[in-house]
RNA sequence: GGGGAGAUUCCCGAGUGGUCAAAGGGAACAGACUGUAAAUCUGUCGCCGUACGGCUUCGAAGGUUCGAAUCCUUCUCUCCCCA
């Protein structure tokens, strides 16, 4: 997707952008409007202006994180430029937005060091040679009292009520503290600042970018353009992707892992994921599900397609085409993981002495907990009962808690369930 | 300043003196099946113990009681109402 020379701006055609840049959004406001720009900007060759807030308290980013992140990079792949913005000064205000608990206070280092991981994970995305960074402490800082209360004046009560949040909790009788407000009046100052031309954000910003929208004329300036982007689903497929939820796939996460949550999502789910998570063209996701639909895609090689596009992604192509692999050959094939965790037994709380002259013996809840094999010993108790144990390919029985050490072969290839496995070498 | 509601096991959410390791749903895990770690069905889902059982949990600390998640006191936190 090559967006011209850096000296003389070209872009593609204003609808090709539109529709590329359309996929997946939620809101847009308006339509029109976005025209215009980008007709405008392809005139004068002049790029238009994206700005994307960012909370200073840096996550791990994951799945759900991107969809943003990558409305981002379709900007840029459309030649246009990308302001990635650090709301450290708004992030002392503390956005109403969803949680209740005000976000703990963080020092000048700390942003610092949370900008650097955030560039670390969101440069996976988008392009670092595109992406400009900012701070909004720069301009806020200085706005000072007097400023705060000149930019509160630009806007009103009732245009705050609208807001969804507001007007429920304030209706509910709930209480709102008068720095919320201000939260919103900060965030559009960013837009009067920068001078953007569009504003992007997750649906539940929506009434925050309007806010910006809103403010900008008085400051003479044209409406920004407001994009929004959907929630995307956990893995479970019925929450939305959080840390809290335990339905995430982080970014960071190892090819193999990132490959296998991919696998294991609904069918549905995943042209849900196409269209949130890559970069294909929705006439392309829907030619997929036409022919899904009609068995001439199955599935699971559909399926398979999307976790390759991600993890190479994220972790570049070699580790993508080895994650596919290792899946197929522990999943489809059913065979033995590349590498499989060892352990070398040694005399201690696994291996003692047998009763009865029996020689060392393994006590297997003992041992699968202490290699993690299980989350505990009465886990492992009922994986045993529930036949998820194998050794050497061979179930072991519900009442076989030990093994005589002796009898074991050096190297044997213990499987819980279907996924963990564990070498056991003899000392 | 005055009055009220609430904090339950990963999440949501029942439970108001014993039958509660605590309903139900979700997630997770296992088995069967399969097209894959989809779907579906079945089971499991605090810890320790082969088992009978034992131990530790219901915001925190005390107390009442033979016995408390459930009653009392204090505390912490969240929320609401009236000033």
Same mark, same amino acid.
Not at 96 to 122: C, F, H, I, M, W
Not at 333 to 353: D, Q
């Given at each position: 997707m090559g967006a011209g020379s850096e000296k003389k701006k070209e872009f593609p055609p204003v609808d090709e952008q539109l529709t590329y840049l359309k996929?997946?959004?939620?809101? &847009? &406001?308006t339509e029109g409007e976005l025209r215009e720009r980008l007709q405008a900007s392809r005139r004068s060759g002049r790029p238009l202006r994206v700005k994307v807030g960012f909370d200073p @308290?840096? =996550?791990?980013?994951?799945l759900g994180h991107t969809v943003l992140l990558r409305k981002m990079k379709h900007f840029q792949d459309m030649g246009h430029e990308v302001i990635f913005l650090i709301g450290d000064f708004t992030g002392l205000i503390g956005? =109403?937005?969803?949680?209740s608990r005000t976000r703990p206070q963080l020092t000048r280092q700390e942003v610092l060091a949370n900008a650097e991981t955030y560039k670390e994970q969101a440069f996976r995305i988008l392009s670092a040679a595109k992406t400009t960074i900012r701070f909004n402490s720069e301009w806020l800082g200085k706005l000072g009292a007097e400023g705060f209360i000149r930019l509160a004046a630009r806007y009103n009560v009732a245009r705050m009520l609208e807001r969804r949040d507001f007007r429920t909790r304030y209706e509910a009788g709930e209480s709102i503290r008068m720095h919320e407000f201000l939260y919103p009046l900060a965030q559009a100052y960013d837009s009067v600042e920068l001078r953007v031309d569009v504003e992007l954000g997750g649906t539940d910003q929506l009434f925050n970018l309007n806010v910006g929208r809103d403010i900008m004329p008085s400051y003479k300036l044209p409406p920004q353009v407001v994009m929004t982007t959907p929630l995307l689903e956990g893995i479970d497929g @019925?929450?939305? +992707?959080?840390k809290s939820m335990g339905n995430t796939i982080g970014i960071s996460e190892s090819p193999g892992e990132i490959f296998g949550k991919v696998m294991s999502i609904s069918d549905g789910l995943m042209w849900r994921y196409y269209l949130l998570c890559t970069d294909f063209s929705q006439a392309a996701i829907e030619t997929m599900q036409e022919e899904a639909g009609k068995g001439t895609l199955h599935p699971r090689d559909a399926k398979i397609r999307l976790a390759r596009e991600l993890v190479s992604g994220f972790h570049g192509e070699v580790a993508a085409r080895a994650a596919e692999e290792e899946f197929q050959r522990i999943f489809s094939r059913g065979e033995v993981p590349e590498e499989v965790p060892e352990i070398c037994l040694a005399e201690g709380p696994v291996l003692e002495p047998g009763e009865g002259g029996r020689g060392w013996v393994i006590h297997l809840p003992v041992l699968l907990a202490a290699e993690g094999l299980a989350a505990s010993r009465s886990a492992a108790r009922r994986l045993l009962a529930q036949g998820a144990v194998y050794l050497d390919g061979t179930r072991v029985q519900e009442?076989? &808690?030990? +093994?005589?050490a002796g009898r074991l072969q050096d190297g044997a290839l213990l499987k819980v369930g279907k996924r963990r496995y564990l070498r056991i070498r003899k000392a």
């Amino acid at each position: 997707m090559g967006a011209g020379s850096e000296k003389k701006k070209e872009f593609p055609p204003v609808d090709e952008q539109l529709t590329y840049l359309k996929k997946g959004i939620v809101d &847009l &406001l308006t339509e029109g409007e976005l025209r215009e720009r980008l007709q405008a900007s392809r005139r004068s060759g002049r790029p238009l202006r994206v700005k994307v807030g960012f909370d200073p @308290s840096a =996550p791990d980013i994951h799945l759900g994180h991107t969809v943003l992140l990558r409305k981002m990079k379709h900007f840029q792949d459309m030649g246009h430029e990308v302001i990635f913005l650090i709301g450290d000064f708004t992030g002392l205000i503390g956005d =109403p937005t969803g949680r209740s608990r005000t976000r703990p206070q963080l020092t000048r280092q700390e942003v610092l060091a949370n900008a650097e991981t955030y560039k670390e994970q969101a440069f996976r995305i988008l392009s670092a040679a595109k992406t400009t960074i900012r701070f909004n402490s720069e301009w806020l800082g200085k706005l000072g009292a007097e400023g705060f209360i000149r930019l509160a004046a630009r806007y009103n009560v009732a245009r705050m009520l609208e807001r969804r949040d507001f007007r429920t909790r304030y209706e509910a009788g709930e209480s709102i503290r008068m720095h919320e407000f201000l939260y919103p009046l900060a965030q559009a100052y960013d837009s009067v600042e920068l001078r953007v031309d569009v504003e992007l954000g997750g649906t539940d910003q929506l009434f925050n970018l309007n806010v910006g929208r809103d403010i900008m004329p008085s400051y003479k300036l044209p409406p920004q353009v407001v994009m929004t982007t959907p929630l995307l689903e956990g893995i479970d497929g @019925s929450e939305k +992707m959080s840390k809290s939820m335990g339905n995430t796939i982080g970014i960071s996460e190892s090819p193999g892992e990132i490959f296998g949550k991919v696998m294991s999502i609904s069918d549905g789910l995943m042209w849900r994921y196409y269209l949130l998570c890559t970069d294909f063209s929705q006439a392309a996701i829907e030619t997929m599900q036409e022919e899904a639909g009609k068995g001439t895609l199955h599935p699971r090689d559909a399926k398979i397609r999307l976790a390759r596009e991600l993890v190479s992604g994220f972790h570049g192509e070699v580790a993508a085409r080895a994650a596919e692999e290792e899946f197929q050959r522990i999943f489809s094939r059913g065979e033995v993981p590349e590498e499989v965790p060892e352990i070398c037994l040694a005399e201690g709380p696994v291996l003692e002495p047998g009763e009865g002259g029996r020689g060392w013996v393994i006590h297997l809840p003992v041992l699968l907990a202490a290699e993690g094999l299980a989350a505990s010993r009465s886990a492992a108790r009922r994986l045993l009962a529930q036949g998820a144990v194998y050794l050497d390919g061979t179930r072991v029985q519900e009442e076989h &808690l030990e +093994m005589e050490a002796g009898r074991l072969q050096d190297g044997a290839l213990l499987k819980v369930g279907k996924r963990r496995y564990l070498r056991i070498r003899k000392a």
